[in-house]
């Protein structure tokens, strides 16, 4: 870990009404008083005080500001702090910045104030990936999830598991080291029914990843349907704002519109394609192309078929590309004069879910909206106790452990000697620590705090 001292601007930078230069390190009050003037002293404030005064560069004052000083190890990276607070356009962020940098202290590097956070032990590895999935919240789930991990649930529930793993590994081992004080004869099914525990729980997280998957990233959305249907008129009624043009002529959607769209609670990753149709036009051609393939990967299908036409052999094109996929039909233009009821269109889509809506009129959304919730997340989404992986690393170190915990099972039931026992176990205990951090290498550290915003 480096131990110097390092600044950045912690605030976007755009102009708003203020803007935080943040100082971490042994040297953030020594360099806070030689670019701070005002009536106290920096070097000799209490912790968590503000102080009113003035950035200076030299005899030239840079701006009116109010500095936070926060003394060790009550921080956030449990060093000496100091927080300037100036006004926010982003010359006079940059001005007190780069004044803070010529009197001692150097640049920080992305997420490098949370890494010392983590190195310092003010948190675990699973907190600080919470701290980037707060930043980058798109819905109210992700926030609340996020909200939850930064609070330790994760960090709790492996270090609990971890700790099982541990006493059991430990008993192991000083039995075999004194075989004639300890006997471990029977030990194999007290293992066995704490392992299949064990089992149990990290398959129970493992299972939680799909929620927590829709939670931080979205729900990828393909809107499908014949020229013509309503798919871009339901886009822009979605979106909230005309993103894809909209005409009577057919055809009109050529190539692929995408959008982040939050409904309700739940953020939809929408891409609105070309109509579904025989076509002798080239580029046409190529967007239907494209609408099919992208249909396959989504993990959710928004068929949109026009209730004031028969449907037809493109239709029929359409059914048979939605079987077996996440899929919600979309009756629409019900405010008109229909040919085709949500009856009839259920008799032909089996056990696809059919809504009638109207894009114009946005009639019919808020059901929509709730049978997305029924589908992608199982059952009340609640942050009070229940835990989410979001993290893809997360979840496959949890399913390293949870492979490692079966070979423990296995082993007992094949009457396999205890030293078999420990040798997995120790697999699985390892593999929980790359989720706190506890037995993670510097490389992957690096990796993973290269991705935060310069200034956290």
Do not use: W
Request: negative net charge.
């Amino acid at each position: 870990m480096k131990s110097d001292t390092i600044a950045a601007i912690s605030t976007g930078m755009t102009n708003s009404g203020i803007g935080i230069v943040r100082i971490s390190g042994a040297e953030a009050f020594d360099i806070a008083e030689k670019v701070y003037r005002g009536k106290d002293r920096i070097t000799e404030a209490q912790s968590h005080t503000i102080h009113y005064g003035h950035i200076i560069d030299g005899p030239e004052i840079i701006d009116e500001v109010l500095v936070m000083v926060m003394r060790a190890p009550r921080t956030f990276t449990g060093e000496d702090t100091i927080e300037i607070n100036c006004h926010g356009g982003t010359f006079v962020v940059k001005r007190v910045l780069e004044t803070v940098l010529k009197n001692g202290a150097r640049a920080a590097e992305p997420g490098e104030f949370t890494k010392r956070a983590f190195l310092n032990g003010k948190m675990d590895l699973s907190q600080a990936e919470a701290v980037i999935d707060v930043i980058n919240s798109e819905s109210e789930y992700a926030l609340q999830s996020s909200i939850s991990q930064l609070k330790g649930n994760i960090k709790n529930k492996i270090n609990d598991i971890r700790n099982k793993i541990i006493y059991h590994t430990a008993f192991i081992e000083t039995a075999l080291d004194d075989p004639e004080h300890i006997s471990v004869d029977g030990y194999g099914d007290t293992l066995k029914r704490v392992a299949e525990e064990i089992t149990e729980e990290l398959e129970a997280l493992i299972r939680s990843a799909d929620n927590g998957r829709v939670m931080k990233e979205g729900i990828n959305t393909v809107i499908v349907g014949k020229p013509n249907a309503g798919k871009s008129s339901l886009l822009n009624v979605l979106s909230g704002h005309e993103r894809a043009i909209v005409t009577d002529i057919e055809g009109t959607t050529r190539d692929i519109l995408e959008e982040q769209i939050r409904l309700g609670e739940v953020s939809l990753n929408v891409i609105d394609t070309a109509g579904i149709r025989r076509t002798d036009d080239v580029v046409e051609k190529i967007g239907v192309d494209r609408a099919l393939e992208y249909a396959q990967n989504a993990d959710l299908i928004i068929y949109v078929a026009d209730a004031s036409k028969e449907l037809d052999e493109n239709d029929e094109k359409i059914m048979r590309l939605i079987q077996d996929k996440n899929t919600i039909i979309l009756l629409n233009k019900s405010d008109l004069d229909t040919v085709i009821s949500a009856e009839q269109m259920k008799e032909r889509a089996g056990n696809i879910p059919v809504i009638s809506v109207s894009a114009k009129e946005e009639q019919g959304i808020r059901e929509f909206e709730d049978k997305i919730k029924e589908m992608f997340l199982k059952g009340d989404i609640s942050f009070n106790d229940q835990i989410y992986i979001t993290n893809v690393r997360q979840k496959n170190a949890l399913e390293q452990a949870l492979e490692s915990m079966k070979k423990v099972i296995q082993s007992i039931e094949d009457g396999m000697p205890e030293d078999f026992y420990s040798i997995d176990l120790m697999d699985a205990y390892e593999s929980l620590g790359s989720i706190t951090g506890e037995s993670v290498g510097e490389d992957l550290i690096n990796e993973i705090f290269s991705k935060f915003c310069m200034g956290k």
